[in-house]
């Protein structure tokens, strides 16, 4: 794995931008479930969008609308508008998108291999603190 480009800055500006807290920020703008699942579904390929709400399954027509706008201002998504009648509208990652792709892929190896450990874990906390 290679070594994140931050690291080669000279410390002064590792420092400054450590202080802008860039993992909180986001951490924050990615927090919910569609944002993660609509990336994961789009990773190498395009969709439109009722393939996209057909394939996540419970999601309205207009928080996907909302999530996909939202993600487009991130520079995760792109979205194609092709000149035809009736308009045709398409969606996929951006560069950086792909890029999130392989941290979500490594959350989810974690989540499969912790999941149970957890759950035994929280199973354990409610048994021995329940009144």
């Known amino acids: 794995m290679k070594s994140p480009s931050y690291k080669k800055l000279p410390p002064e500006e590792i420092k400054a931008l450590a202080q802008s807290r860039p993992f909180q920020k986001m951490l924050g703008r990615l927090s919910n479930k569609w944002n993660v699942m609509v990336i994961r579904r789009l990773s190498g390929r395009n969709m439109r969008p009722s393939e996209l709400r057909r394939?996540?399954?419970?999601?309205?027509?207009?928080?996907?609308?909302?999530?996909?706008?939202e993600l487009e201002s991130y520079g995760m998504v792109e979205r194609t508008v092709y000149p035809v009648i009736p308009p045709k509208v398409d969606y996929s990652l951006t560069e950086l998108g792909d890029s999130l792709v392989v941290a979500l892929d490594a959350l989810r190896d974690w989540a499969m291999d912790n999941n149970a450990e957890v759950e035994q874990s929280i199973e354990r906390y409610r048994s021995e603190n329940s009144l």
């Open 55 to 69: 394939d996540i399954g419970d999601i309205s027509a207009k928080v996907l609308t909302q999530t996909l706008r």
